[in-house]
């Protein structure tokens, strides 16, 4: 385990221009693989442009943009087997992308047209929908693991998480948990500098929040997230260290929140935005490193976007073709059966209920 002092300088970055020799399991991957961190992160990126003009147009609620963290969410997601959990933040989007689920599914979700756990087994269920509460999927995540590890499955739970939600009890308590009872669980928490507009120096006085791993006895590691490669690599150890048994771990994506916390945030009233330009754009290193291993064109650029441009727009013409759930389903899958509360709450439910868009 690192000291305190060492663990702020000792960050794993696998991208040219690091002088560390990590990186062992991101080597492994295919060209094609390699292809699709970066297809992922441009399709991320896509999308994120497009819901911020839907939003603008009144065509979907309040949305929190993931620009300048396509690197950290794509390489964690990409990481996962099928078979392992994820639990994502309302800023996830990307991670939904290496998961199958549709992006028309994340449209209908910030449409308030229900989303894809609706229509989903829930026995099949392994990524789990955004939570808009800070932190409370960490003990669930917990929990899921320890289940499936009771059940005989090789399997990890992976949460997300953001810098803010270190300062929540349930970070506290799902992290003393899983260090006590050695759950599968890994906890992938991108530092994006920013928790609306309270900066990282604000929320702990802690030098990096890696080394919050130590108070619980568990692994603690710092990655650069903005270095894809190095993503993956910290995070399929991690999982498969959680698979096999050896317990949990704390990942400290660092990386950098480009756009407002949310759709209806103004970043100008508290940060200068000239610190934008000192992150650089994860999706550029990418390309770079594409450039040289597998001899990526700017035609090979150009068909990528044209392709992502498509996709969205179908997705976008897949959600808003549908109609609004049946009201009654927002009592579906609250608890596993009928509950006493609900017959007098279907009744106050009135006949015609109507969001005003
Ligand atoms: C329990 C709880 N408290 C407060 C909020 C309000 N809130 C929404 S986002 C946010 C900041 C979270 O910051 P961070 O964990 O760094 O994630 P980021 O938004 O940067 O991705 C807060 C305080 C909330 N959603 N839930
Ligand atoms: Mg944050």
Same mark, same amino acid.
């Given at each position: 385990?690192?000291?305190?002092?060492?663990?702020?300088?000792?960050?794993?970055? @696998?991208?040219?221009?690091? *002088?560390?020799?990590?990186?062992?399991?991101?080597?492994?991957?295919?060209?094609?693989?390699?292809?699709?961190?970066?297809?992922?992160?441009?399709?991320?990126?896509?999308?994120?442009?497009?819901?911020?003009?839907?939003?603008?147009? #009144?065509?979907?609620?309040?949305?929190?943009?993931?620009?300048?963290?396509?690197? =950290?969410?794509?390489?964690?997601?990409?990481?996962?087997?099928?078979?392992?959990?994820?639990?994502?933040?309302?800023?996830?989007?990307?991670?939904?992308?290496?998961?199958?689920?549709?992006?028309?599914?994340?449209?209908?979700?910030?449409?308030?047209?229900?989303?894809?756990?609706?229509?989903?087994?829930?026995?099949?269920?392994?990524?789990?929908?955004?939570?808009?509460?800070?932190?409370?999927?960490?003990?669930?995540?917990? !929990?899921? &693991?320890?289940?499936?590890?009771?059940?005989?499955?090789?399997? =990890? +739970?992976?949460?997300?998480? #953001?810098?803010?939600?270190?300062?929540? &009890?349930?970070?506290?308590?799902?992290?003393?948990?899983?260090? $006590?009872?050695?759950?599968?669980?890994?906890?992938?928490?991108?530092?994006? &500098?920013?928790?609306?507009? $309270?900066?990282?120096?604000?929320?702990?006085?802690? =030098?990096?929040?890696?080394?919050?791993?130590?108070?619980? &006895?568990?692994?603690?590691?710092? $990655?650069?997230?903005?270095? @894809?490669?190095?993503?993956?690599?910290?995070?399929?150890?991690?999982?498969?260290?959680?698979?096999?048994?050896? #317990?949990?771990?704390?990942?400290? =994506? $660092?990386?950098?929140?480009? !756009?407002?916390?949310?759709?209806?945030?103004?970043?100008?009233?508290?940060?200068?935005?000239?610190?934008?330009?000192?992150?650089?754009?994860?999706?550029?290193?990418?390309? *770079?490193?594409?450039?040289?291993? @597998?001899?990526?064109?700017?035609?090979?650029? *150009?068909?990528?976007?044209?392709?992502?441009? *498509?996709? @969205?727009?179908?997705?976008?013409?897949?959600?808003?073709?549908?109609?609004?759930?049946?009201?009654?389903?927002?009592?579906?899958?609250?608890?596993?059966?009928?509950?006493?509360?609900? +017959?007098?709450?279907?009744?106050?439910?009135?006949?015609?209920?109507?969001?005003?868009?």
């Amino acid at each position: 385990m690192n000291s305190m002092a060492s663990q702020v300088d000792d960050i794993v970055r @696998v991208l040219p221009g690091s *002088e560390d020799d990590h990186g062992t399991r991101a080597a492994e991957l295919s060209d094609a693989a390699l292809c699709e961190l970066y297809e992922t992160q441009v399709l991320a990126r896509t999308f994120d442009e497009k819901a911020i003009s839907l939003h603008r147009q #009144g065509r979907i609620g309040t949305y929190a943009p993931m620009q300048g963290q396509e690197a =950290a969410q794509v390489g964690a997601a990409m990481a996962l087997r099928s078979s392992d959990y994820l639990f994502p933040t309302y800023r996830d989007h990307a991670m939904y992308l290496s998961r199958e689920i549709p992006l028309s599914e994340i449209l209908r979700h910030l449409m308030g047209r229900g989303n894809y756990v609706d229509r989903q087994d829930p026995e099949g269920l392994r990524t789990f929908p955004i939570t808009i509460p800070i932190a409370t999927q960490l003990p669930h995540a917990v !929990g899921v &693991g320890m289940a499936a590890d009771y059940k005989g499955e090789e399997v =990890a +739970a992976m949460a997300s998480l #953001g810098d803010g939600a270190t300062s929540e &009890g349930d970070f506290h308590e799902a992290l003393n948990f899983a260090g $006590v009872f050695e759950a599968p669980a890994v906890f992938f928490c991108q530092n994006n &500098g920013y928790a609306i507009s $309270v900066p990282r120096e604000r929320q702990t006085a802690s =030098a990096t929040i890696a080394q919050k791993a130590d108070a619980y &006895g568990i692994e603690g590691v710092r $990655v650069d997230g903005n270095d @894809v490669l190095a993503v993956y690599d910290v995070v399929e150890n991690a999982l498969e260290r959680a698979r096999r048994g050896d #317990g949990p771990t704390l990942i400290e =994506a $660092v990386t950098y929140r480009q !756009g407002p916390h949310t759709t209806t945030d103004d970043p100008n009233v508290y940060r200068d935005e000239s610190e934008c330009e000192e992150w650089g754009c994860p999706l550029e290193r990418t390309r *770079e490193y594409l450039e040289t291993t @597998v001899g990526w064109t700017e035609a090979d650029d *150009e068909a990528v976007y044209e392709d992502a441009r *498509e996709t @969205v727009q179908q997705a976008v013409e897949i959600a808003e073709a549908e109609t609004d759930p049946d009201p009654e389903t927002m009592f579906d899958h609250v608890y596993a059966g009928d509950h006493p509360r609900y +017959a007098r709450q279907r009744r106050r439910l009135p006949d015609e209920p109507r969001v005003e868009r």
